[in-house]
């Protein structure tokens, strides 16, 4: 059995029957080390403070977009790996799975609000479920509606999903507030 050490703790690898949204589920799941909460958080809940759920997204979109270098995995490491949350803040590079895990893992902590990853051949990106009505590209799951907000399509607002991305033909993650 595969097991990944992250901060200390062990986790038993839930990549299962060759379905990597099975792998993301468990790592964009994963609570952020409390370490790193006591010294990022309060940054970011000065930025967000006053902010409606909209431009809080939007900014911890923008954030996640420009302010981490993009690899592929295969180029850094050999092979595909995907980042917890924190460990994305870590390494020098980080890809399209990666920013997603951190992206919703900010979102469902600063903003209290649901998200979902969705998969495309090829591509990660999430969704966010916003309490008031939000314009744009969405998903809708079980009566949700959940809008694109892609952290690697670098300059695209929220609900905006990246071209050549079919969004009713994409697998979804869920995933737990």
Not at 104 to 128: F, N, S
Request: aromatic letters at 16%.
């Amino acid at each position: 059995m595969f097991q990944y050490r992250c901060f200390g703790t062990i986790y038993p690898s839930s990549y299962y029957d060759a379905n990597y949204m099975t792998l993301w589920s468990q790592y964009a799941n994963a609570p952020m080390a409390t370490e790193i909460q006591n010294e990022l958080y309060p940054v970011l809940r000065k930025e967000l403070a006053g902010l409606s759920e909209y431009e809080c997204v939007s900014r911890i979109l923008n954030w996640v977009q420009t302010g981490f270098a993009y690899e592929y995995d295969e180029k850094v490491w050999g092979h595909d790996r995907t980042f917890f949350a924190e460990e994305t803040l870590f390494y020098p590079y980080c890809d399209c799975e990666d920013r997603s895990v951190l992206f919703t893992r900010l979102v469902r902590d600063l903003t209290k609000l649901d998200c979902i990853l969705i998969y495309y051949p090829g591509h990660l990106a999430a969704a966010v479920n916003f309490n008031l009505n939000v314009n744009g590209d969405y998903i809708l799951l079980n009566k949700k509606k959940f809008v694109v907000c892609d952290p690697t399509y670098i300059g695209a607002p929220v609900g905006v999903t990246m071209p050549d991305m079919n969004n009713s033909s994409a697998g979804i993650v869920l995933l737990s507030r």
